[in-house]
């Protein structure tokens, strides 16, 4: 089964706006951080005070979950089904459980002329992993029983699989270390951003899902 959410950092990670000010309100290793808490923790305290609006972070996050479910929807019309919008709900709320157990920590590393590199210090879960066990978990189940038609079985398959994978996500612990994503930084309507959001999104997909 493929993994319903790897390509979403390329989505979200894309849509942030910040106010301008005379100067960035903080630096690089504080805006970086901020990002990475509002995505992955859901904490938008940072996002907040670097300028971004109540409503640019409404429409952030709703933009975030209807990517989200639209992108689980994909998977399972792929295979031919539809996921009752309840269970679709309880997914993703598991799944932003499981991210808001991250810690990370973030640090300049370099900063001249308007730009800096910055490292993030995060800790991961293998979301692959996690996944496939939760499929094949259920493949096990299936076996175990008779079914009166192949689209039955699949059915099974499908409602015991997604089952599986909120319990994993209710569940997770995430690594006791940390794994590194360097960040080029430069100043955009005077605050610090990631230089390519769409690169970050994809670096920061790969490091919270122990892939990198």
């Known amino acids: 089964m493929k993994n319903f959410f790897s390509i979403l950092p390329y ?3 894309c849509i942030i706006f910040l106010s301008g000010c005379n100067s960035p309100k903080k630096n690089a290793a504080d805006s970086v951080k901020a990002i990475y808490d509002l995505y992955i923790l859901g904490d938008t305290t940072g996002i907040t005070s670097l300028g971004m609006t109540d409503e640019d972070i409404k429409f952030a996050q709703q933009t975030y979950d209807e990517s989200l479910k639209e992108t689980i929807r994909a998977n399972f019309a792929a295979s031919g089904q539809e996921i009752e919008e309840n269970i679709l709900e309880e997914l993703c709320n598991a799944r932003k459980e499981a991210l808001s157990k991250m810690k990370a920590s973030a640090e300049i590393i370099s900063e001249t002329g308007g730009k800096a590199t910055v ?8 979301e692959s992993d996690l996944d496939a066990d939760a499929f094949y978990a259920a493949k096990e189940t299936a076996q175990k029983n008779n079914f009166s038609s192949s689209k039955e079985q699949q059915i099974f398959i499908m409602d015991t699989y997604t089952q599986n994978l909120i319990t994993s996500y209710q569940n997770v612990t995430p690594s006791e270390d940390t794994t590194d994503i360097m960040v080029d930084c430069v ?3 005077n605050s610090w951003v990631p230089a390519n959001m769409s690169s970050f999104g994809s670096d920061l997909a790969l490091a919270i899902s122990g892939q990198n």
């Not at 490292?119 to 293998?126: E, K, P, R, S």
């Open 11 to 13: 989505i979200f990670l």
């Open 119 to 126: 490292v993030i210090h995060t800790t991961y879960f293998n």
């Open 187 to 189: 100043i955009q309507n």
